[in-house]
């Protein structure tokens, strides 16, 4: 069963940065799109940003000109760029693969904490 590891959380004050990673066991020539998610404390998981094996991007509005999403398919790695953070980014996140309505099709990794501290 092909696995995905998420890496790179920490703590943070509000306006830094961060970079998320998220390498799977198996070639990402069995992934098409990629997204990550974020899940905060008491509030349902969500979708921020996904890119296309080609490399087409989607962000969601919470995220947008803040957050870049990229992938090495040579390296079965996808990562999220965070910057300018803000508290409310504080949640664990997740990489997945998504379906075409942005839905997981994996199962999830042990996800990565990101606390960003006002």
């Known amino acids: 069963q092909v696995q995905l590891v998420e890496s790179g959380g920490g703590l943070v004050r509000a306006g830094g940065s961060l970079t998320l990673s998220c390498a799977a066991s198996?070639?990402?020539?069995?992934?098409?799109?990629m997204g990550w998610f974020r899940q905060a404390p008491g509030k349902q998981r969500e979708l921020v940003a996904t890119?296309?094996?080609?490399?087409?991007?989607v962000y969601a509005d919470s995220v947008q000109g803040r957050f870049t999403i990229s992938r090495d398919n040579a390296q079965n790695t996808v990562y999220l760029q965070l910057n300018v953070l803000k508290p409310e980014d504080t949640a664990v996140y997740y990489c997945?693969?998504?379906?075409?309505?942005?839905?997981?099709?994996?199962?999830w990794g042990q996800g990565t904490q990101v606390t960003v501290s006002s």
């Open positions: 997945n693969s998504v379906d075409g309505s942005g839905n997981p099709t994996r199962g």
């Open positions: 890119i296309t094996r080609g490399g087409s991007t």
């Open positions: 198996a070639s990402f020539l069995r992934f098409g799109t």
